[in-house]
């Protein structure tokens, strides 16, 4: 926002106004959330065999869902008229919707125009979603190591399901509706050890659950903005991460205590 616009100029009120109704919007589905993450909180499984367990996010990490959000928003802007850079919302993808909704629609109609583009995705933004490079390979490598996968994503977990489903992308678990510090809460309870992501918020979630955050550069923050944020380390694709998770478990297997959370990256 331009510095020299004041506090009572009509765009500042509208930009705040907006933004208190994301976050209102946000706060009105917290305890949902919550409800989502004590549901799936599970104790770990014997199967992982001291394996590492690793969080995955979903958009710009595991999928590349650009093409399929963007035919949302067009369908959802053919529906009300509104104005939408479809080109810019599919450029930053990663926040909760209601902080991108806020950008196009008066605050009183962001919940409503939310509920609406949920209703929109299904028909229109699955077929068109397609894996990442490497997303298939990133998982067994986490398998292949004997440890656990789980996505911990910002999308509601029925629209993540269907991605996943539809790629033939199986996690452990999916826990869905978060986003960044909220993630770390969830990855803390699993025994996450490592979150893997491509934005900002990501690094912030791993931080709060003392997980190594792993950030791949293939989303809308570059690799100097992922490594300012903390990351631990940065990949420029997914394609990288086999090799990085043989050479941190190698590495974790000769410190004590194994790879339990808050080991550091090598």
Known sequence: MPHDITPSDPVTSRNRAADAAADAAIDASADACAAVVDASAVPLSETTDGGPVVGFDLDMTLVDSRRGIGAVYRALAAETGADIDVDLVTSRLGPPLEHEMANWFPPEQVIAMSDRYRVLYPEHAIADTTAMPGAREALAAVRAAGGRVLVVTAKNRAHAA?????????????????????????????????????????????????????????????AEELRGAGADAVLGTLGEFPGWLGEYVAGAAGRAGGVGGGAAAG
């Not at 909220?182 to 990855?187: D, V």
């Open 162 to 222: 269907l991605h996943l489903n539809h790629l033939g992308l199986e996690p452990d678990l999916l826990i869905g509706g978060l986003w960044a510090e909220a993630k770390g809460t969830a990855l803390r309870a699993q025994g996450a050890s490592v979150y893997v992501g491509d934005h900002i918020g990501d690094v912030r979630g791993a931080r709060t659950a003392d997980a190594v955050a792993v950030a791949v550069a293939t989303g809308p923050c570059d």
